[in-house]
């Protein structure tokens, strides 16, 4: 995967025009972010989702359900769905990714929780690079996915006291909702 991070300079994706994402910052320097920040994760078609920047939390998770295991050629896939916000169920997202591993997490209550693991790719400002994340069902939580620190190594500096340092403009990505029932 290394190869097409460092090859995706410019491209188009989903109708986004991206332009000179790189899979790290310049050496010695980190992006500051806030403690929580809006991404994509365009491996998985996620326009956009709402994410808490989690240093406390080694691996990141996303939200899912509908759960289910299966096999494709040879290999492990899971398939899932999200609801990319939290008071608006009905708007759905479904998406199929490679299993890498499965673990045993323990959740900030320390509760104990078998889940997979998938590697994909994910934007957050001008930055593209590979994380793993973990899949659980999020439902009573604020945020749809954690963003943990494992993702984060060298590459940003979290400011606890800000927000959407990166910008709020993928909060647009879903333009058939209504501004009014938007929970964002």
């Not at 078998?114 to 604020?142: A, C, F, H, Q």
């Not at 709020?168 to 929970?183: E, T």
């Amino acid at each position: 995967m290394s190869h097409y991070l460092n090859a995706l300079h410019f491209s188009v994706w989903k109708g986004y025009f991206l332009l000179n994402f790189q899979p790290t910052p310049s050496p010695g320097k980190c992006t500051l972010i806030g403690w929580k920040e809006w991404l994509v994760l365009p491996d998985l078609g996620i326009p956009a989702l709402k994410a808490k920047i989690d240093t406390g939390a080694r691996t990141s998770a996303l939200h899912t359900f509908s759960l289910e295991e299966f096999t494709s050629e040879g290999g492990l896939m899971v398939r899932f769905g999200i609801h990319p916000f939290r008071k608006q169920s009905t708007v759905e997202l479904f998406c199929e990714a490679p299993v890498v591993d499965q673990r045993l997490v323990k959740d900030s209550g320390g509760h104990s929780e078998m889940r997979y693991l998938i590697e994909t790719s994910v934007l957050l400002g001008t930055l593209l690079w590979p994380i793993k994340i973990s899949l659980t069902n999020r439902d009573g939580m604020m945020f749809r996915m954690l963003l943990g620190r494992t993702a984060l190594k060298d590459r940003f500096m979290v400011d606890p006291a800000k927000a959407y340092l990166t910008g709020k403009k993928l909060k647009k990505s879903y333009p058939h909702l209504k501004k009014r029932s938007q929970q964002l």
